[in-house]
């Protein structure tokens, strides 16, 4: 029988799942609220987004894995000149996002100057359904991923805008990089930095992610 929160390989088929799981995930994130201001038509917003993303982009070049209510999206570092979104899935981001598509614009453009230049893994994206948050989805999603970094003995890289978050990164061993603030009154964006592990740490606690 299988686990509801035991991380498998996300395929293209997967994408009404991811899609539904980030969006209620990322309701109260305060860059996506920041992207989708409007309460009428975020959730519709969110879920064009996050499908994009997935089957455009990380599905195609990333190492993307689900549980039953979650969902991660990793970058390994040979694959993030690929990972960027190409000019058709930069055309449907900008029609998703209507106004708010040069501020998103800009504020990526800014983001991206932190982004480190060493070799490593980004964690670009992570999220739970917070109906089946305390059952260990994120966690095991986290692990998963940081095992296969640790494995190539390289570090790890997240962005996060929420600050409730930090926390929970920093139990895995990430530590605050940089803090920036978004341009066009966007939100606070924590960069945040992970080295190698040689044990995995397999007792750590279930904690909630978004």
């Known amino acids: 029988m299988s686990i509801p929160n035991t991380p498998k390989t996300a395929t293209i088929d997967d ?7 980030l969006t209620r995930a990322f ?6 609220r920041w ?3 409007d309460d009428t038509s975020r959730e519709a917003g969110l879920g064009r987004y996050f499908s994009t993303l997935f089957t455009r982009q990380y599905v195609r070049h990333g190492v993307c894995e689900r549980t039953d209510a979650a969902a991660a999206f990793w970058v390994p570092p040979e694959a993030q000149d690929k990972a960027v979104p190409d000019a058709e899935t930069l055309q449907e981001l900008a029609s998703i996002l209507g106004d708010r598509a040069a501020l998103f614009a ?3 453009q800014t983001a991206a100057a932190y982004t480190p230049q060493e070799p490593h893994w980004s964690l670009a994206l992570i999220g739970a359904d917070p109906a089946a948050q305390g059952q260990g989805h994120g966690s095991a999603l986290l692990r998963s991923g940081l095992a296969k970094a640790d494995a190539a003995g390289l570090p790890t890289y997240l962005e996060s805008s929420k600050p409730s978050n930090l926390p929970v990164y920093e139990h895995f061993g990430f530590i605050v990089r940089e803090k920036m603030q978004l341009p066009g009154n966007g939100p606070t964006l924590w960069t945040m930095w992970r080295e190698p592990r040689g044990i995995a740490h397999s007792s750590a606690p279930v904690l909630a992610l978004e």
Do not use: K, Q, V
């Open 15 to 21: 994408a009404p799942l991811i899609s539904r799981a």
């Open 27 to 32: 309701d109260d994130d305060p860059m996506m």
């Open 35 to 37: 992207c989708f201001p």
């Open 106 to 108: 800009e504020a990526a």
